[in-house]
């Protein structure tokens, strides 16, 4: 029946896209006035003040002060309201557990970070997922009910047919096919689960090198090896979810790796890994070899490399160019992106020089010729991916005033 709630065309509609519209200006822009709303959305100044009334009553936006410097009265400045929604993210490895609370407008509000050591868990997966999310929340100074969504990032991923992760033996716990059940049962807010290497690509699209880019490949190599497909502006997560898993990915230089999910490991990981680093170092007759953990060793290593002109150091480079290259000469061959996005310690330590080794490398490999970058999200890149995803889902239905 025509004038029905959410026909398009109708009144209602109509102000729901305006309301919308202006409520993405004032995330992107900060406050603004009624004037400069009406300007930048291309309303009449009656109409502008009507939305804002209609989105102030609602609780979503609030006066948050007057303009100054210029002739005439002050205007008033009206801003998204922080507190009308607050979403949630957690980072999950082996070791911790890392979460965080946002407001509406992306500002973090809380933090936490529960240590998850050893091969067997202290305590069930659901309790480390709740005591993490309280964590964050007691820190935001808020209430578990007060988060709208969260969304975990994961290595590996759950597959959609059976509900049981895939790609990542060496997460204790989370094998359970009962888990996602028992969580949802745990948690009051809508839960979503999305592999960490992926949540890595939406915080570069939304915050980072690929802003503006619809069609790239973002590599990581931090503990493990992994890519995200973004092709027409979607991720491409296949058919079980296991879209990017190149670590598992065979390739020349290194012995075929036989059931690769039993071993956790492949040839694209053996060949450049940061476990590899330290050991072609080596291999080079480097005696500074950093001790410690493999990740740090590589990122360390790697940093040194870009800073030194020649001898082992910059042969150490070089080689582990051509391994990178190596992999993403077949990723690229297949995929034709317009962009290579490098993330993850052991690539983004070794900067702006271990990029252009790996791109004319790349350019001898591979008749495709996608441009390499380095990632500019670098604090907490899979939990700031979290964070960006469950905000979107959560401004799109806390933005939405046609209901």
Request: proline letters at 7%.
């Amino acid at each position: 029946m025509a004038g029905t709630a959410g026909t398009p065309g109708t009144p209602r509609v109509l102000r729901a896209m305006n309301d919308r519209a202006a409520l993405d200006l004032l995330l992107e822009h900060g406050p603004l006035s009624r004037t400069r709303i009406g300007k930048l959305t291309g309303l009449s100044k009656p109409t502008a003040s009507q939305l804002l009334a209609r989105l102030e009553a609602a609780g979503l936006v609030r006066v948050t002060g007057t303009s100054e410097g210029r002739p005439g009265p002050n205007a008033q400045l009206y801003a998204v309201n922080p507190a009308a929604a607050y979403a949630a993210g957690l980072d999950v490895t082996p070791h911790r557990i890392r979460a965080a609370v946002a407001d509406v407008t992306g500002r973090t509000v809380g933090e936490f970070e529960l240590p998850t050591p050893g091969r067997r868990p202290a305590h069930p997966v659901v309790r480390q997922v709740t005591d993490a999310l309280d964590g964050a929340v007691k820190a935001a100074g808020l209430a578990r009910d007060d988060v709208h969504r969260l969304v975990i990032g994961t290595p590996g991923a759950f597959d959609p047919g059976t509900g049981r992760l895939r790609y990542a033996s060496h997460l204790p716990g989370w094998h359970s096919p009962a888990l996602l059940d028992e969580l949802a049962a745990a948690l009051p807010m809508p839960v979503e689960y999305e592999n960490d290497v992926n949540l890595v690509a939406v915080a570069e699209q939304r915050l980072g090198a690929a802003r503006g880019h619809a069609d790239f490949v973002l590599l990581w190599n931090q503990e493990g090896m992994g890519a995200a497909l973004v092709l027409g502006g979607r991720l491409h997560r296949g058919w079980t979810g296991g879209a990017g898993e190149v670590g598992f990915l065979p390739v020349p230089g290194t012995p075929l790796v036989r059931q690769v999910t039993k071993a956790n490991s492949g040839g694209y990981q053996e060949l450049a890994g940061s476990q590899a680093v330290p050991k072609l170092a080596r291999e080079l007759g480097i005696e500074d070899v950093p001790p410690g953990p493999y990740t740090e060793a590589a990122a360390e290593l790697l940093a040194r490399a870009a800073d030194h002109a020649g001898g082992p150091h910059r042969e150490l480079l070089r080689t582990y160019a051509t391994r990178l290259a190596t992999g993403l000469a077949s990723l690229v061959s297949v995929l034709d992106p317009e962009l290579v996005v490098l993330s993850g310690s052991a690539l983004t330590s070794g900067g702006e020089v271990l990029r252009a080794l790996v791109q004319a490398e790349l350019e001898e490999l591979a008749a495709a010729r996608p441009r390499l970058v380095v990632g500019d999200v670098h604090e907490h890149p899979v939990l700031r991916g979290a964070l960006e995803s469950a905000l979107a889902a959560t401004r799109d239905e806390v933005f939405d005033t046609s209901r």
